[in-house]
């Protein structure tokens, strides 16, 4: 019995911002030691065109031998109907797709307007029906690096519009890393009502030091999922400025000492940093608890 789904994105966030190619073997290895620390869902890639991230290149193979472990809810990142076939293939549980909230960086990120993205969202899930689950982080959904402020009606409405078009569940992100304690609970609490139990997850970087303040602030918002990347890895490609996730195992420290229960070995979950270590050498890695 778990309180707070903490959902690691190490391996799909983290390492396309990462411009060394860690090999596949490795990844097999590092998720294999995420999911035996007692994470339960993980984004292990993303179905883009390897042109674009050579880094995801190997997305097929790594969701095939993910699909191995007991347990485990494999999920990868789709931008477009394309990545979802090559996800439905390889046997993916989730989907998951980004959909922005800026046009600046939809276009950047994606190739496509908001609303074109939201066509491509309905589409895979007539395609993933009964099948496997799509759930969608909308992005930018706190401001744009690109852009600056965003509409949080906008964020709102197409949400509602996600949701309309079959998502299973509408989250926000902090891809920029700008939000705000106060900002983050105003907008979950609007997302809770506007979509009741198909509000999703909280994805938070910490370019400002603020991700696990957010973390607190959407945690009093009735949020019970939280995207994390192992050392902090992550960023985006697409958004200037944008530094890594919040870092799992600070996430897991926080919310264990909270009194809520996440159902991961914290010890276990430090020790799969060394993979990194070793898959990535030089490649810089953060963390408050593994400092301490």
């Known amino acids: 019995m778990i309180d707070v789904l903490v959902s690691e994105v190490g391996p799909r ?13 490795a990844k097999h290895r590092w998720i294999a030691a995420l999911a035996a620390a007692g994470l339960r869902e993980i984004e292990v890639g993303s179905f883009v065109s390897p042109k ?12 095939r031998e993910a699909r ?3 347990g485990l809810t494999v ?9 979802a076939q090559r996800g439905l293939a390889a046997g993916v549980h989730k989907l998951s797709f980004p959909v922005s909230a800026s046009r600046e960086h939809s276009m950047r990120n994606i190739r496509m307007t908001p609303e074109q ?21 909308i992005s930018t959904a706190f401001g744009c690096s690109i852009e600056g402020a965003v509409s949080e009606d906008w964020v709102i409405q197409l949400a509602v519009s996600l949701v ?6 509408v989250g926000l992100s902090d891809t920029a890393g700008v939000a705000n304690p106060v900002q983050v609970k105003r907008m979950f609490a609007r997302l809770q009502r506007e979509l009741g139990d198909r509000a999703g997850a909280a994805h938070f970087h910490n370019t400002r030091g603020q991700g696990l303040a957010n973390v607190v602030a959407a945690l009093d918002a009735g949020v019970t999922t939280f995207d994390a990347s192992q050392a902090g890895l992550g960023g985006c490609p697409y958004a200037p400025g944008a530094t890594g996730n919040i870092v799992t195992e600070d996430l897991v420290s926080l919310l264990e000492s909270m009194g809520l229960r996440t159902g991961v070995d914290l010890g276990r979950l430090l020790a799969a940093r060394e993979i990194l270590t070793e898959a990535l050498p030089g490649e810089p890695l953060y963390g408050y608890v593994r400092t301490a």
């Open 117 to 137: 993205a939201v066509e491509q969202v309905r589409a895979a899930c007539e395609l993933c029906k009964g099948v496997a689950a799509v759930e969608v982080g």
């Open 52 to 63: 674009l991230l050579p880094q995801m290149a190997d997305c097929e193979d790594v969701v």
């Open 75 to 83: 999920l990868a990142l789709a931008p477009n109907l394309k990545g």
């Open 68 to 70: 191995k472990i007991d």
């Open 164 to 169: 309309e078009a079959g998502a299973e569940s």
């Open 13 to 25: 966030d983290g390492l396309q911002s990462v411009q060394r190619v860690m090999p596949t073997e």
